[in-house]
């Protein structure tokens, strides 16, 4: 079959924070995708402010550079997609996979495989893409780069890959500095023979196969991504694999549901380094985008109007958790953060959108670009459970709508179940831990709470263990933050989807009680000082509260009804304490996704623009102990 030598199209899969994005900018800066005077930021590719502010890429995105090969020959146009780490947002790679011709698997050269190396790894073996290694941050003081390589070979044992894809090329990198090398330099150093990414690119021209097509071909696109621009409207980026696209055409647009319409192409841009470029004419293999088709969707199809023939629709795996996003229905909503108007820093412009047909629009909004998730109706018109793959893809939606102006109302997270032969089945996940010694016990203990099992354990004598569970995906809900405080903030965690066991019974995950709040009105200093011997406030003084508000977390495991809002009694009786001075420890600022672990079954989390408040489901104090009490009866 034909071939295109002017084109490779290569993915960058790895693990959370193993440097994909760092090389990726290394490789743009070195192949002159930018003019010296250009002022660069790091992480270039993490355009979204969510990314840039966790340090995590969510959204997968392409860039292309163009490679002068050191023989002279032509220049080779490198289409690369940098895909998410983190296993949450897994819709992200298997539509980045779809767009390429091989992998560059990025593994860290301290901490080797974990499990969304697993994850992405073992998406490229079932999609038979090629396999580059990359062992990135070889300068690290704790690199250990042979035993790295032996746990990624056991890694594709693992996970069955064939003759062909376990022999697979090795490239030394350190990202940061932009150097590579096809020879391993001793732990803890950068590669000394090479000053460039020169062996990465020579090796990516090598061992990435150059798209093939057929002569004479109808076309075919696949759309795999979508975008919006102020001036074109909905943007569709796709990958042609047959024939040619070209301004203007006339194409058949075969939908989902099988029926063929046709469209005119009105835009075709090409991407070069971070920017989209108009063009004429996309070839085979060409990554590109198309403006004109106003309500095209992923995985449809392009194609020649006198022969269109579909290709497959892009498959992802099922969601695992779920939860309840609604309007907002406390009495401070549309109010601001401090409950009385919008905030001063905010000016009074906050465009505040609080009825369900709002809400409702930006989740069918989100389902058009974001395969991964589902929205499903519920018993109540103005509420929807929102399905996806775990916690932090679901947070991540919620923050940012929360950014654009929504007043929401989130339950808590809960796993997606399904019948297997009758019985109830759940979602399970397999779980790596890396911790020093001496908080072993402390881990096991954790786990053994969250019915978690032990598969795997060992210790590299750097005196850190890392240990391998499979565990409940219920139980990791509220997990990280208690494992952080039972490590003193050391431990590293990561888990991964296992697929679905039958259910483990009851979990109890939180033991300690809410300290809730039985009135409306202003939160004082004299009501604080009185509580914060019976738990932890979440609230400052001057914040105003409202029934069924939960301002704190009980030293005990019941729920208590406080009365934050009491106020000191003036009166002209000298006190024998009026001059003793009391201090107020200073409150625990829980973020949205620390809110949404600690949410019990009957709480659920208020999310405004400028606040997040923990909150009963049931407001009012007589009816929630009437449910209670008829809870005990049953």
């Known amino acids: 079959m034909p071939t295109r030598n002017d084109i490779r199209n290569v993915a960058i ?22 003019a010296a005077h250009q002022q660069l930021d790091d992480r270039m590719m993490d355009s979204n402010d969510l990314e840039r502010e966790k340090g995590i890429t969510i959204l ?17 146009t490198i289409n690369i997609i940098d895909t998410p780490g983190h ?62 390589i032996n746990e990624t070979y056991d890694l594709f044992l693992d996970l069955d890959a064939d003759e062909d894809q376990i022999e697979f090329p090795i490239v030394y990198a350190c990202a940061r500095d932009g150097v590579a090398s096809l020879t391993k330099p001793e732990n803890g150093t950068v590669p000394a023979d090479s000053t460039s990414l020169e062996p990465f690119f020579s090796t990516i021209l090598e061992h990435v196969p150059a798209p093939t097509f057929e002569e004479d071909a109808p076309l075919q696109a696949h759309v795999t991504n979508l975008d919006a621009d102020n001036f074109l409207g909905r943007i569709a980026l796709l990958r042609v694999e047959q024939g040619e696209l070209r301004k203007g055409q006339t194409v058949a647009w075969i939908k989902r549901d099988g029926t063929i319409s046709n469209v005119r192409i009105s835009e075709l841009l090409m991407t070069e380094a971070l920017t989209r470029k108009p063009a004429e004419v996309a070839g085979p293999g060409d990554i590109c985008a198309v403006a004109g088709i106003s309500d095209i969707m992923i995985g449809e199809t392009l194609a020649d109007p006198e022969n269109p023939i579909a290709l497959p629709l892009i498959t992802v795996d099922e969601p ?33 959108k609080v009825t369900a047909r709002q809400v409702k629009d930006r989740l069918d909004r989100e389902l058009i670009g974001n395969v991964s998730l589902r929205v499903l109706d519920t018993e109540r018109p103005d509420a929807w459970e929102v399905q996806g793959r775990g916690e932090l893809a679901l947070a991540i939606l919620i923050e940012t709508m929360r950014r654009e102006g929504f007043e929401l109302t989130v339950g808590k997270p809960q796993v997606v179940t399904k019948e297997v032969n009758g019985k109830t089945h759940e979602p399970v996940e397999r779980l790596t831990v890396d911790v020093p010694e001496e908080h072993m016990g402390a881990v096991t203990q954790l786990m053994g709470i969250r019915k978690g099992r032990m598969d795997n354990m060992s210790n590299h004598g750097s005196g850190w263990v890392r240990m391998e569970f499979v565990v409940p995906s219920r139980g990791l809900i509220g997990f990280r933050t208690e494992f952080l405080t039972n490590t003193r903030g050391t431990g590293i965690a990561h888990s991964i989807h296992e697929g679905h066991e039958p259910w ?5 995950t939180r033991n300690n009680g809410s300290l809730v709040a039985d009135r409306a009105g202003v939160v004082t200093a004299f009501a604080m000082t009185n509580l914060q011997e019976r738990g932890v406030l979440f609230c400052d003084p001057g914040t105003e509260v409202y029934e069924g508000m939960i301002v704190g977390e009980n030293s005990r495991s019941d729920d208590m009804d406080v009365n934050i809002t009491k106020e000191k009694k003036l009166t002209n009786m000298r ?44 407001l009012d104090q007589k009816d929630r102990g009437r449910t209670a009490s008829r809870a005990k009866k049953a």
Do not use: W
């Open 320 to 352: 695992a958790i779920s939860m309840t996003i609604g309007t907002n229905t406390s009495p401070l909503v549309g109010r601001g953060g401090s409950g009385k108007g919008a905030d001063a820093k905010s000016g009074g412009r906050v465009d505040r």
């Open 60 to 76: 997968a995105k392409n860039t292309a550079v163009k490679y002068h090969p050191k023989d002279g020959g032509a220049p080779i």
């Open 87 to 148: 296993a949450d947002f897994g819709g992200e790679v298997e539509r980045g996979l779809s767009m390429v011709d091989a992998v560059v698997l990025l593994v860290d050269a301290s901490e080797g495989p974990l499990p969304q190396t697993r994850f992405v790894l073992r998406k490229a073996l079932t999609a038979r893409l090629p396999v580059i290694l990359c062992i990135n941050k070889t300068d690290r003081p704790d690199a250990r780069i042979d035993e790295v």
């Open 504 to 508: 483990f019974g009851t979990l109890t």
């Open 575 to 618: 006190s024998s304490t009026a001059d003793v001075a009391e201090s107020i420890v200073p409150p625990r600022k829980l973020s949205l996704e620390q809110s949404l672990e600690f949410c019990r079954e009957d709480e659920c989390i208020e999310v405004t623009p400028e606040t997040v408040r923990i909150r009963k489901v049931v």
């Open 13 to 34: 899969v790895a693990h959370v924070d193993h440097g994909k994005t760092t090389l990726v900018d290394a490789m743009l800066k070195q192949a002159g995708a930018f």
